[in-house]
Every structure is written in C-alpha cells, then in structure tokens.
C-alpha cells in the first residue's frame, strides 16, 4: 500500500507570492498533522486536524499560514505572502486513530526556498 | 509535554548494539515515551514507545526505568542504515501531537 505523498517535493518562491503544499495520507487515516522543519531542527508543530475538522492550529506562525481538508482525505497548507523565514521542509502526517499512542506515518516532505 | 534531554551525537561500531539515553525526568504519569528517526532528506520514522514497561519490536527494544525519569532505545545490531538522528518524545496531546527536540545524530561505523 502506498504511504503519505506530499506534493511538490521541492518549490522556490519568490518573497511575496503564495504556494499551496499538497498532502495525500493513508486511506482511511482519522488524524492529519502538519508540521515545519527548519534546517538543522526538529520537525516543530503547526496544525491538526481530525477528519476534515481542524482542531489544533495553535503551531501555525502566523495568519499567512492556512490548511485545510475539507473531505477528511487530502490537505492543503497554503502560506500566503511568503516570506524568506518560511523556508523550511514541511512535513505531513498521518495516523490510523486519533489517540495519543498511535504511530504517525510520516511523508517525505515538500522543501519550500523563499528567495 | 514533559522535556526530554538527549545527547548530541553518538557513534557505533557496525553489528554492536547501539544504545541511546533519554532523560525525561518531568514526565508525567499518562505520558507515553516515543522514539522516532530520521534519515537525512526523508519525514521521521516511527520506531517504538511505551509507557512503563519494556517494550520490544522488529526494529528495537527500549527499555524504561522503574520511575520512568530516563529511558534507552537499543538497536541490537546496528547498520550502516541505521544512521540517522534519533527523537526521543514525551507525552502528546489525546490525539498524539509530537513535540520534537533535538535528537542524538547517530552515526554507525563500518
């Protein structure tokens, strides 16, 4: 079975212009995280959503930053005005359940450069 | 979500077990222990977690000490694959946001 697909792998933006980061869970996963890695750092949170609900945005940097997932499958992070501290791998996840021991399964990551 | 306290870096000798400490001296009753990896350019890897006993899978075993403040990821034989920077987390919310750290850069030596 196919694993958590994140699109595009790599995008270079120029400051100021607004990108959309695409991710394609496991089927059938109930949870959804997204999360920003700077270079050389841990994956940091930025939102979570169960099913198409979006319960925890509190990792979200601020309001340029905006995710959906409005059929409760695939989500879209969408960053607008982007600027150069935005660059940074975003990771997404996914789990079968939504409880605190369930194992995430990650996606590669889309590599976002603001130039 | 307690703080956990992992070392930079650490090396192993290809086929020795590789043993990594976790220092989670804050950690709460109902805090889960969780270690992921990941490998350069790729998203984290789940490997295990527990809560109080010894837990041990296909991939590790980890081990939890009696007032669970510390805890040790043991790969038995390490590869060369295993290279990469291990997460030791704590806690998470009911539905399981990861709180990341810094992690120990493993790097296993042929």
């Known amino acids: 079975g196919a694993g958590v697909s994140q699109s595009p792998r790599y995008k270079v933006a120029k400051r100021g212009q607004d990108v959309a980061l695409r991710c394609d869970p496991i089927?059938?996963?109930?949870?959804l995280f997204w999360y920003q890695q700077a270079l050389g750092q841990g994956p940091e949170f930025l939102t979570y959503?169960?099913?198409?609900?979006?319960?925890?945005k509190s990792g979200l940097p601020s309001d340029r930053f905006f995710a959906e997932r409005p059929e409760g499958s695939v989500s879209t992070l969408k960053i607008q005005r982007t600027q150069q501290e935005d660059s940074a791998v975003y990771l997404c996840?996914?789990?079968?359940?939504?409880?605190?021991?369930?194992?995430?399964?990650f996606g590669p990551g889309t590599r976002l450069t603001v130039l | 979500d307690a703080k956990t306290t992992q070392p930079p870096s650490m090396d192993c000798a290809e086929g020795r077990a590789a043993n990594l400490p976790c220092n989670h001296s804050?950690?709460?009753?109902?805090?889960?222990v969780y270690w992921y990896r990941q490998i350069h350019s790729q998203g984290p890897q789940y490997i295990i977690h527990?809560?109080?006993n010894n837990e041990t899978n296909e991939m590790a075993s980890l081990i939890i000490t009696e007032d669970r403040k510390s805890s040790t990821l043991i790969l038995p034989h390490a590869t060369l694959r295993d290279t990469a920077v291990y997460y030791c987390i704590v806690g998470g919310t009911s539905y399981g946001k990861l709180t990341f750290g810094q992690g120990t850069i493993l790097t296993v030596h042929p």
């Open positions: 527990g809560l109080k």
């Open positions: 804050t950690i709460s009753g109902n805090e889960y």
């Open positions: 959503f169960q099913n198409e609900a979006q319960l925890d």
């Open positions: 089927s059938g996963h109930v949870s």
């Open positions: 996840a996914s789990s079968f359940l939504a409880v605190s021991y369930n194992e995430q399964f």
